[in-house]
């Protein structure tokens, strides 16, 4: 059973630079100003050898429509957790909130530990924190890793593994596990085969959902997850942090993560709306598959071109959903004008797979999910040498290369793939500078054709073939 550990406060208490303190990694947002954390975020967090997961919620404020949200979202953390991290501020000591938090926290009935954060130097409130209920507080600096042995004493009962036997055991099967992927990776084309057709659909698939402000990017991944895991609403700005969830959709593995909206680069001048950006664009470019969201009352104007092509150029996957379609009237119309602007202005990718869907309602869902799933496939192709270098001389017979200074076309030597992820093939020349971008895009395009991996980013590495008779000594005459 996993081992949650929920961080529970007030506003600009610490609770995201702990969060990425536990998980070893800058997932959360952290400023100065107070509520930039709004939606919960889960990480995989270890502490002195002993793993669990930790929970970042939102800091608690004063009434309001917003907090209220909010506060149901930390709701639902405290619910599934095993013990509660309560985190007060030790410069600034006891506050009303920290107060009718602690009151809150009483009536959950789950484990609670007092954490003191910002105790770098002497504590002059510190004593204020045992009317809390909670008993001594617990004195760290998340910003420094000061105090972590004595948070690791507290949260000892609860994280460490009763069985220890069981946890290497389970290191070693994923040890394990992972020499067999190296090894499949390394092996011939017969048992690359193999893996992309029989141990794909194993694989967790990395799927980001990316879009202008307000499209309704939380709305739709709340919709596919079947709960309202997002916080949603007609305000734009509302997501900040990218939220990862790890999902199931057909006996398909996905890790899910909505970001926040990306609004033109000139518009963005808001210290924490620059750290959105920067968090969204980290996610987008270490996907697999984006979703790009469009609103059917603006399709595809300037700023989503921007993030269609910043993504395609990252190597990633695209999909292309447009959302709100219950709500367009003349939607043949509207989809020729989606089909034009694809066609005239993504010129590098041919056949990106658009799918019309109503985040409100679920109307197309199902046919997004297969194209998602489907683009993946494309996405991990592996082609035999063989069969490329049979097409590779059927294109150069059709249309030769350009004539080099010699007046001969410019020799290709053979082809091979080398690597997926998107598909990548090394083309090996003798004059691999003298070969025009324009001959380029004729194979890219004829790749994609001829082997249906249209919809993904395709690229052909120029290499220098090895001359046989390079350095080599010239006989003896005798």
């Given at each position: 059973m996993?081992?949650?550990?929920?961080?529970?406060?007030?506003?600009?208490?610490?609770?995201?630079?702990?969060?990425?303190?536990?998980?070893?990694?800058k997932?959360?947002?952290?400023?100065?100003?107070?509520?930039v954390?709004?939606?919960?975020?889960?990480?995989?967090?270890?502490?002195?050898?002993?793993?669990?997961?930790?929970?970042?919620?939102?800091?608690?404020?004063?009434?309001?429509?917003?907090?209220?949200?909010?506060?149901?979202?930390?709701?639902?953390?405290?619910?599934?957790?095993?013990?509660?991290l309560?985190?007060?501020?030790?410069?600034?000591?006891?506050t009303?909130?920290?107060?009718?938090?602690?009151?809150?926290?009483?009536?959950?009935?789950?484990?609670?530990?007092?954490?003191?954060n910002?105790?770098?130097?002497?504590?002059?409130?510190?004593?204020?924190?045992?009317?809390?209920?909670?008993g001594?507080?617990?004195?760290?600096?998340?910003?420094h890793?000061?105090g972590?042995?004595?948070?690791?004493?507290?949260?000892?009962?609860?994280?460490?593994?009763?069985?220890p036997?069981?946890?290497?055991?389970?290191?070693a099967?994923?040890t394990?596990?992972?020499?067999r992927?190296?090894?499949?990776?390394?092996?011939?084309?017969?048992e690359?085969?193999?893996?992309?057709t029989?141990?794909?659909?194993?694989?967790?698939?990395?799927?980001?959902?990316?879009?202008?402000?307000?499209?309704g990017?939380?709305?739709?991944v709340?919709?596919?997850?079947?709960?309202?895991?997002?916080?949603?609403?007609?305000?734009?700005?509302?997501?900040r942090?990218?939220?990862s969830?790890?999902?199931?959709?057909?006996n398909?593995?996905?890790?899910?993560?909505d970001?926040?909206?990306?609004?033109?680069?000139?518009k963005?001048?808001?210290d924490?709306?620059?750290?959105?950006?920067?968090d969204?664009?980290?996610?987008?470019f270490?996907?697999?598959?984006?979703?790009?969201?469009?609103?059917?009352?603006a399709?595809?104007?300037?700023?989503?071109l921007?993030?269609?092509?910043?993504?395609?150029e990252?190597?990633?996957?695209?999909?292309?959903?447009?959302?709100?379609?219950?709500?367009?009237?003349?939607?043949?119309?509207?989809?020729?004008?989606?089909?034009?602007?694809?066609?005239?202005?993504?010129?590098?990718v041919?056949?990106i797979?658009?799918?019309?869907?109503s985040?409100?309602?679920?109307?197309?869902?199902?046919?997004?999910?297969?194209?998602?799933?489907?683009?993946?496939?494309?996405?991990?192709?592996?082609?035999p040498t063989?069969?490329?270098?049979?097409w590779?001389?059927?294109?150069?017979?059709?249309t030769?290369?350009?004539l080099?200074?010699?007046?001969?076309?410019?020799p290709?030597?053979?082809?091979?793939?080398?690597?997926?992820?998107?598909?990548t093939?090394?083309?090996f020349?003798?004059?691999?500078?003298?070969?025009?971008?324009?001959?380029?895009?004729?194979?890219?395009?004829?790749l994609?054709?001829?082997?249906?991996?249209?919809?993904?980013p395709?690229?052909?590495?120029?290499?220098?073939?090895?001359?046989?008779?390079?350095?080599?000594?010239?006989?003896?005459?005798?």
């Open positions: 996993t081992v949650i550990i929920s961080l529970v406060g007030r506003t600009n208490v610490g609770k995201s630079t702990l969060f990425n303190r536990l998980t070893g990694r997932k959360a947002l952290v400023h100065d100003r107070p509520g954390t709004r939606d919960r975020r889960e990480g995989n967090a270890n502490l002195y050898g002993c793993p669990f997961t930790v929970v970042d919620t939102a800091g608690l404020e004063n009434a309001g429509e917003l907090a209220d949200a909010m506060w149901k979202q930390t709701q639902k953390a405290l619910c599934v957790s095993t013990a509660v309560f985190m007060v501020d030790a410069r600034s000591g006891l009303p909130l920290d107060k009718k938090t602690a009151q809150t926290l009483r009536k959950t009935g789950k484990p609670v530990i007092l954490v003191a910002k105790a770098e130097g002497k504590i002059q409130f510190e004593h204020d924190f045992y009317s809390l209920g909670f001594e507080p617990i004195l760290i600096s998340a910003e890793g000061l972590m042995g004595d948070l690791f004493e507290a949260l000892a009962p609860y994280i460490r593994s009763e069985n036997e069981n946890s290497q055991q389970e290191q099967d994923i394990d596990k992972r020499k992927n190296r090894k499949n990776e390394n092996g011939n084309e017969a690359a085969d193999c893996l992309n029989e141990n794909l659909k194993e694989r967790i698939i990395d799927l980001t959902v990316v879009g202008r402000p307000n499209v990017k939380s709305t739709l709340n919709r596919l997850i079947g709960e309202n895991r997002m916080l949603t609403g007609p305000m734009a700005g509302l997501t942090d990218a939220i969830i790890d999902w199931t959709y057909g398909r593995k996905l890790r899910l993560t970001t926040a909206g990306l609004r033109r680069h000139a963005v001048w808001d924490i709306e620059k750290l959105s950006v920067a969204t664009k980290r996610a987008a270490l996907a697999q598959v984006v979703i790009l969201v469009l609103d059917a009352d399709i595809l104007d300037k700023q989503d921007t993030i269609a092509r910043q993504v395609l990252e190597g990633r996957a695209l999909v292309i959903a447009v959302n709100k379609w219950d709500t367009v009237q003349n939607k043949k119309q509207a989809l020729e004008i989606l089909n034009d602007r694809i066609s005239t202005s993504l010129t590098q041919k056949g797979k658009t799918i019309t869907v985040a409100k309602t679920g109307e197309g869902l199902d046919r997004l999910m297969k194209a998602v799933f489907d683009v993946y496939d494309i996405w991990n192709a592996r082609i063989g069969r490329l270098n049979r590779l001389m059927k294109m150069t017979e059709m030769p290369p350009p080099s200074a010699t007046k001969r076309p410019i290709l030597k053979y082809m091979t793939q080398a690597k997926t992820r998107p598909p093939f090394a083309l020349s003798s004059n691999p500078e003298k070969l025009p971008e324009s001959y380029l895009r004729y194979l890219i395009k004829g994609a054709q001829d082997f249906n991996i249209e919809g993904v395709v690229r052909i590495l120029m290499r220098k073939a090895k001359n046989p008779y390079e350095n080599k000594s010239k006989p003896h005459k005798k």
